[in-house]
């Protein structure tokens, strides 16, 4: 599996953090499945669309 590594604010963070604890997941693996989640959901688009939709969602 490759390695990816990428920098988020800190408030994302802690959320990313809490939410992969609810899950029981290391953070690397939660944000592997959101990521793949993402792009199964959203087809041909990329992740920087799919990323641009959310931010517009209240």
């Known amino acids: 599996m490759s390695q990816l590594h990428c920098y ?17 997941l290391p953070v690397s ?4 499945l959101l990521i ?11 992740i920087l669309n799919c990323l641009a939709v959310d931010r517009e969602s209240p």
Do not use: R
């Open 8 to 24: 988020v604010p800190d408030d994302v963070a802690k959320k990313l953090q809490a939410k992969a604890e609810q899950a029981h």
């Open 29 to 32: 693996k939660y944000l592997a």
């Open 36 to 46: 793949e989640e993402m792009l199964k959901i959203n087809g041909q688009k990329t």
